[in-house]
Each structure stands twice: as structure tokens, then as C-alpha cells.
């Protein structure tokens, strides 16, 4: 996957390390907010990932109850 569209688990993980920086402190303004920017959109990506996992366990709930 490119860096636009990571897997959840490398989305999680580099989320993980932006918060970590963000609370260690000692950037500068422009580097915090590129790196909460960066924290903002793998979030949403993360929940997108987790998102689709739900829809899938819930289709095939649905299709085990059909049956």
C-alpha cells in the first residue's frame, strides 16, 4: 500500500509515534502541526479500516442468519 493509504497496523503504528513526539514536546509550531495534521488523517484512516471490518463481520452475521 502507498504511504497515502497504509495498511491499519502501519497506520496504527506510526499514529503511536506522532502522539508520543506531540507529547514529548520540544517541536516547533510548524512541526507540531504538520505532525498533528499527519495524527488527524491516520486516525481517519485507521477508523475507515475499522470501520470496513465491522461492515464485513456484520454481512456475514447477516448471511450466517439467513441461513
Known amino acids: 500500500m502507498s504511504d497515502d493509504n497504509p495498511s491499519y497496523e502501519a497506520a496504527r ?11 514529548a ?3 516547533g509550531l510548524e512541526e507540531s502541526l504538520a505532525l498533528w ?12 479500516w475499522l ?4 461492515a464485513r463481520l456484520d ?6 442468519a439467513s441461513e
Open 25 to 27: 514536546g520540544g517541536t
Open 37 to 48: 495534521e499527519r495524527g488527524e488523517k491516520l486516525a481517519t484512516t485507521c477508523q475507515q
Open 59 to 64: 454481512a456475514a452475521r447477516s448471511d450466517d
Open 13 to 23: 503504528e506510526e499514529l503511536i509515534e506522532v502522539v508520543r513526539t506531540l507529547e
Open 51 to 54: 470501520d470496513g471490518a465491522r
